[in-house]
């Protein structure tokens, strides 16, 4: 009994340090968008910075990568499976993108991105969010 209870809490532990796959389309969302707390305003705001931690939000931009891949294993809530590849492709290239200016150390690169991946929503939640 102790065995799996303390399974259960290293579970728990490793959910939230980002460690474990997020296990749905909405938990990706939010890993990744939600206001402020997500990977997104997270890499916009330390890249902002004076002197931003490039180390930091290198591995923030590497998760968010993984993030993205994780969302095509998903069936869409709506549309064609055909249309939700499609889109994830272009979501994961546009995070890609974001990872290879961290990677560059380009503020500039990682906010000009930032503003195309918002460009990007709503085409993908017009043809997928219910």
């Not at 499976?81 to 492709?89: F, N, V, Y």
């Amino acid at each position: 009994m102790r065995t799996s209870k303390w399974l259960a809490a290293l579970a728990v532990l490793l959910g939230m340090t980002g460690l474990i796959a997020a296990s749905s389309i909405d938990e990706i969302m939010v890993k990744a968008h939600k206001a402020r707390t997500g990977l997104r305003d997270q890499i916009k705001n330390a890249a902002a910075m004076p002197n931003p931690d490039w180390a930091e939000i290198q591995k923030k931009t590497k998760e968010f990568v993984e993030l993205a891949k994780e969302l095509v294993k998903y069936d869409p809530p709506m549309g064609t499976k055909e249309s939700w590849q499609k889109h994830c492709a272009e979501y994961v290239e546009i995070i890609k993108a974001l990872d290879e200016a961290a990677a560059k150390k380009d503020a500039k690169g990682i906010a000009e991105v930032n503003k195309k991946l918002g460009a990007s929503c709503k085409g993908c939640h017009d043809a997928h969010q219910p």
